[in-house]
T-cell receptor, first 108, second 115 residues
């Protein structure tokens, strides 16, 4: 079972790029790395998923080095509405294992 | 695609009562998951179905909890003899596993308050 470590909280300002790094030293060979965003009183929302190298979509980029022991979620030019909790996840036979996540606070 | 829906969105009940929640997954998703989330914590896995078969149950799912997915579409989660410790957000997710990935899409959750 992958042990996942990510910062508990981060602060940023509007318009900045935010990078959240997650450590997963013993992630399983078959596991994808997945990031979710969650606002208060809502279900988690899928952001991005990758296996290795770099993945980009309209919302974010995900960088995964060759050893896959860490990954970095990059949010370009954040706005106030990006204030949320961000979860880095591994999976085990389908079920998702959530940690406490990173609480991102974007300030004006 | 209407997304995953859950009903009710909020439920307040007295200790000892039974409650039932419903989840409607994204159509044609064959996997359905239930999670529970308490304040300040990430969601915790409870159980999941592939079609109508319940394939895994967490140790968190005591014998007061039961989940069903009778026709492989919607699912219900019932809690009998509720306790105050059952107060939480109950989340449902669905997926269609393919090519080694199993991206799960979550519903808005049902918030349970046990008085």
């Amino acid at each position: 079972l992958a042990k996942i470590t990510q910062p508990i909280s981060m602060d940023s300002y509007e318009g900045q790029e935010v990078n959240i790094t997650c450590s997963h030293n013993n992630i399983a060979t078959n596991d994808y790395i997945t990031w979710y965003q969650q606002f208060p009183s809502q279900g988690p929302r899928f952001i991005i998923q990758g296996y290795k190298t770099k993945v980009t979509n309209e919302v974010a980029s995900l960088f995964i080095p060759a050893d896959r022991k860490s990954s970095t979620l990059s949010l370009p030019r954040v706005s106030l509405s990006d204030t949320a909790v961000y979860y880095c996840l591994g999976s085990q036979g389908g079920k998702l294992i959530f940690g406490q996540g990173t609480e991102l606070s974007v300030k004006p | 695609d209407t997304g995953v829906s859950q009903n009710p969105r909020h439920k307040i009940t007295k200790r000892g009562q039974n409650v039932t929640f419903r989840c409607d997954p994204i159509s044609e998703h064959n996997r359905l998951y239930w999670y529970r989330q308490t304040l300040g914590q990430g969601p915790e896995f409870l159980t999941y179905f592939q079609n109508e078969a319940q394939l895994e149950k967490s140790r968190l799912l005591s014998d007061r909890f039961s989940a069903e997915r009778p026709k492989g579409s919607f699912s219900t989660l019932e809690i009998q003899r509720t306790e105050q410790g059952d107060s939480a957000m109950y989340l449902c997710a669905s997926s269609w596993p393919e090519a080694g990935t199993d991206t799960q899409y979550f519903g808005p959750g049902t918030r349970l308050t046990v008085l």
